[in-house]
């Protein structure tokens, strides 16, 4: 008897068509007796975890998630394989695998631990615009180089997501700057920019970056209320 089926949905559970997951299966239960990998409407983009399931089902004793995870970016990016990675890095799945960013997660949390402290963060707000600088290059680095062209067609709108909160982390870092330097001209000046760019964000319906990116930009803003 099959003890216990775990639906590996790439689908966000059923609950959202705006989702995209670019993710693989992990803390799958050692007395699973079967699984089910359900594609997303992106067709394309659910190969990433359809193959990485594919793989876990043949030898799952020995699965590797991140060895499965690069050899299924490989498969369908190609060349673009890391730029692909960074972006797929900042998707999430709800049920099981790896969560949203977790790298820059641990980065974000490392600074607010140290800025709510009054300690000095000025290495870690400029690891962050070095972050959001990689993310923002990756779009149109995926566009020039990725040669899977139903791929790019499913992901575009989150592409295009997915730069715009690359470019309003950027005006937020700025705008923790300003405040830790008492710019209080560029502190307005960046206030006012990251606000009117989160009503825009908000205004797409794509999700991606939500979980960890989306959050930082609006506790940053939250502190600069009380500035």
Same mark, same amino acid.
């Given at each position: @008897?099959?003890? /216990? ?5 790439? $689908? @966000?559970?059923?609950?959202? +068509? ?32 359809? #193959? *990485? ?21 490989? #498969?369908?990016?190609?060349?673009? /394989?890391?730029?692909? $990675?960074? !972006? ?14 977790p790298e820059l997660n641990s980065? #974000?949390?490392?600074?607010?631990? $140290?800025?709510? /402290? ?6 870690? =707000? ?11 290059? *990756? ?6 180089? =990725?040669? @899977?062209?139903? =791929? =790019?067609? +499913? ?5 295009? /997501? ?9 005006? *937020? ?5 300003? #405040? ?6 560029? !502190?307005?000046?960046? $206030? ?36």
């Amino acid at each position: @008897n099959v003890k /216990k089926v775990v639906d590996a949905c790439l $689908k @966000n559970n059923n609950t959202n +068509q705006n989702s995209i997951i670019l993710k693989f299966a992990t803390n799958l239960d050692d007395e699973i007796s079967g699984f089910i990998v359900n594609p997303m409407r992106f067709a394309e983009a659910s190969k990433i975890s359809t #193959i *990485t399931g594919a793989d876990y089902a043949w030898n799952t004793k020995n699965y590797d998630y991140n060895r499965s995870w690069d050899t299924a970016l490989e #498969i369908v990016g190609g060349e673009a /394989k890391d730029s692909l $990675k960074e !972006f797929a890095n900042h998707t999430t799945r709800l049920d099981t695998g790896r969560p949203d960013s977790p790298e820059l997660n641990s980065l #974000i949390t490392s600074m607010w631990e $140290k800025w709510n /402290k009054g300690e000095d963060v000025s290495s870690e =707000l400029n690891e962050l615009t070095s972050e959001f600088e990689k993310m923002k290059s *990756t779009p149109d680095t995926l566009r020039n180089t =990725l040669r @899977n062209e139903k =791929l =790019l067609e +499913q992901i575009e709108g989150h592409l295009e /997501k997915f730069e715009m909160y690359a470019n309003t982390g950027l005006m *937020t870092v700025e705008m923790l700057k300003d #405040i830790k330097s008492d710019n209080m001209i560029g !502190f307005w000046s960046n $206030k006012y920019k990251g606000t009117k760019a989160l009503l825009e964000l908000d205004s797409k319906k794509e999700l991606i970056a939500n979980l960890v990116v989306d959050p930082f930009i609006r506790e940053a803003h939250e502190v600069g209320n009380k500035y």
